[in-house]
């Protein structure tokens, strides 16, 4: 899916630093609680690990970059309550109403239609009966592709060209899983592209691993 979730690789947004190596796990007391209540409001609603990602990824850009990593972890438990029937899509805004000395009326507890979701396995991690497809060593081609839907192929590397350095377990398939279409599951590929692939003559020289599923692969001519 593109949106605003798909940032990796794009420019302007400034450096990165990386974490203090004293920093808290939760640097203020209700980064702690949204965890606690995201991780609740995701087994309440039936929902999968790639089901909330892509709740996330269909947040408001403005509040995805607003909100900060916690608060969109709120907003997508937020979403996934009222799909599912848990909340009404009003109640958490009438119950902070109320909460701040307003008096509004709360709306019924809906009828809850959670997916009828049962994984195969503990994790995600399968075995399959066909071999892999691509082989260490080979240069493949990420596919250009614009899904509609959830996706972990990142935006900036399709279309482009890299080398599968190690070839991982089969893994379910996010992009159908997140649906509740299926786990599908699929090799998944350690592909390493140049810098200059990826961004241009004027990048800085370094090799990018991304971890890619063999659905997201075709061969070069």
Do not use: C
């Not at 990165?16 to 965890?35: K, S």
């Amino acid at each position: 899916m593109e949106g605003i979730a798909d940032m990796g690789g794009t420019e302007g947004w400034g450096p990165t630093h990386p974490p203090r190596a004293d920093e808290a796990v939760f640097p203020e007391p209700w980064q702690g609680r949204a965890f606690a209540l995201t991780r609740a409001s995701i087994q309440l609603a039936g929902l999968n690990v790639d089901a909330f990602r892509h709740a996330i990824e269909r947040l408001d850009p403005t509040a995805y970059l607003a909100d900060g990593y916690f608060g969109r972890w709120l907003n997508a438990a937020e979403l996934v309550l009222a799909e599912s029937g848990i909340l009404a899509p009003t109640a958490i805004q009438a119950r902070a109403r109320n909460l701040r000395g307003e008096q509004v009326e709360e709306p019924p507890v809906p009828e809850p239609t959670k997916p009828g979701y049962a994984p195969t396995a503990k994790g995600s991690l399968r075995t399959i009966d066909a071999g892999p497809a691509f082989a260490e060593g080979e240069r493949v081609r990420a596919k250009n592709m614009s899904p509609t839907g959830h996706t972990r192929l990142p935006g900036y590397v399709r279309g482009h060209t890299g080398v599968v350095a190690l070839i991982q377990p089969a893994s379910v398939l996010p992009d159908t899983n997140a649906h509740f279409q299926g786990e599908n599951p699929e090799y998944v590929y350690s592909v390493r592209f140049d810098s200059h692939e990826l961004w241009g003559a004027d990048a800085e020289p370094f090799a990018l691993t991304i971890e890619m599923f063999e659905s997201y692969l075709e061969r070069t001519a």
